[in-house]
């Protein structure tokens, strides 16, 4: 068979004013200014971009080659731009991101911390279902995190998944139902002495449930049932 030649447009092609027009390309964005416009868009998308999604945006200015011309690779430029892909993010990454974090605010970060950030870093559901909590996640990032602190991170975790599922926030009866047919959930005992028995102990336990409902963005209603 014989050897397919190159279409003679492009055998015709100088090499030398081929890269001298690439380079002029690519100066007409800055890499600071393609990573504004990746930034900005996952602000308007509310989380961190696709290519095709980014391709699509009329407001953007840059296409996707570009950012790839500049990077290298796309994930390579969303790392740039601070916005860790999701389905592309390592444990190291997800835990170099709340270390830098928590140098820029001069403490240790809060699940506040990232939900104040959404869209430029991964979400705290993508570090509860990597590392079981955002408390776990925290001390491998070399944080100093109470084990009680621990704990509680992990049952109001489980008291909003449970009130998922029953459509209200748990009561103490509630829990010790779901926990017949749940595994490694703690127990009613366990969660009621988090709040050294004091009274309304339970009650205490739904508000930081219903908060943690509230910061998924379902509605909780005044007598504790979800709405929809």
């Known amino acids: 068979m014989a050897k397919k030649r190159p279409y003679s447009a492009i055998a015709r092609i100088d090499p030398a004013e081929l890269a001298s027009f690439q380079t002029a390309i690519r100066k007409r964005y800055s890499d600071e200014e393609i990573l504004a416009e990746l930034r900005a868009y996952a602000a308007r998308l509310g989380r961190s ?85 955002l408390s776990a996640a925290l001390r491998e990032a070399g944080y100093d995190v109470a084990v009680g602190e621990e704990r509680l991170e992990r049952a109001v975790e489980q008291g909003a998944e449970l009130a998922i599922e029953i459509g209200r926030l748990p009561k103490f009866a509630d829990w010790a139902d779901a926990r017949r047919s749940h595994d490694g959930m703690l127990t009613e005992w366990q969660v009621y002495r988090m709040f050294d028995s004091r009274r309304g102990a339970w009650a205490t336990f739904q508000f930081l449930v219903r908060g943690r409902l509230i910061e998924r963005g379902a509605e909780v209603q005044s007598d504790g049932t979800l709405a929809g």
């Open 49 to 133: 971009p696709t290519m095709k999604e980014f391709a699509a945006d009329p407001d953007t200015k840059v296409h996707p080659q570009t950012v790839i011309e500049h990077f290298g690779t796309w994930n390579a430029a969303k790392r740039a731009a601070g916005l860790v892909p999701r389905r592309f993010a390592t444990r190291e990454e997800l835990l170099e991101v709340l270390r830098l974090l928590g140098e820029e605010l001069g403490r240790m970060p809060t699940a506040r911390d990232l939900d104040d950030r959404r869209g430029r870093m991964p979400s705290k559901s993508l570090y509860w279902h990597t590392f079981g909590s």
